[in-house]
């Protein structure tokens, strides 16, 4: 566990593809897949808030705080980053770095923040990114709060690709294997969470389970 690390769960997309409503929110292995999300991240850092716009009172049994964009418009999920940030430099000075991971994910790595912070420190850059079979996955990343007032400009000028502002500050790649399942996997459809369910059980095999668990070692 990261005692310096915010974790934070992105949710405030609109879901289009998934119909509209909260994609977290969804069933998979009769749980929402929020709870797989929170399950994996939480024990990795010091403490977990969901960023999510309008009516927080729909994660209220979760007992963690919610945060709204600070910009209009639903920005997309550099703006849900950079409400972490003013957040963390508002209510836990303690930690200068923030987490950021889907709530669409629910098969996250249980070794991603101690990885994140690894490839950022050897490559002597201030931000990382996971990355599974080549393919980066910006929303995952890790984000140093003292670049908050920088994210917040950049997005007040028009910018919304997480990767086209990473690049300006130095962005280190965490690689995982997207075999047996993808750990960045991610449901944005209908038929996504049939996917998941599959997954889900295989992830949950004695084979995977001795996988996952070797890769923590």
């Known amino acids: 566990m990261r005692a310096d690390t915010l974790g934070v769960v992105l949710a405030g997309g609109l879901a289009r593809r998934m119909g509209g409503g909260d994609k977290p929110l969804r069933l998979l292995g009769g749980r929402p897949m929020l709870d797989h999300v929170l399950a994996r991240i939480a ?5 977990v808030i ?4 309008g ?11 919610v945060v709204a964009d600070g910009l209009p418009d639903h920005p997309g999920p550099l703006a849900g980053v950079l ?21 669409d994910s629910p098969f996250l790595p249980l070794d991603l923040v101690a990885r994140l912070h690894a490839a950022r420190a050897a490559q002597d850059v201030p931000l990382a990114c996971a990355r599974s079979g080549g393919q980066a996955h910006p929303p995952v990343g890790l984000w140093p709060v ?15 690709k997480i990767d086209r502002w990473t690049v300006r500050h130095g962005c280190a790649h965490a690689d995982w294997p997207e075999h047996p399942v993808d750990p960045f996997f991610n449901a944005n459809a209908p038929d996504d969470l049939a996917a998941a369910e599959a997954l889900l059980r295989l992830l949950q095999s004695p084979a995977a389970m001795t996988i996952d668990k070797a890769r923590q070692s």
Not at 55 to 65: E, I, K
Not at 84 to 100: E, G, I, M, Q
């Open 43 to 47: 024990p990795q850092v010091a403490a």
């Open 83 to 103: 409400a972490a940030l003013d957040w963390a430099a508002a209510h836990r000075p303690d930690l200068p770095w923030v987490v950021s991971v889907p709530g």
């Open 146 to 160: 003292a670049l908050r007032d920088d994210l917040r400009a950049a997005l007040l000028a028009g910018e919304r």
């Open 55 to 65: 009516d927080p009172a729909r994660f209220a049994g979760l007992g963690l705080p």
């Open 50 to 53: 969901l960023n999510a716009n």
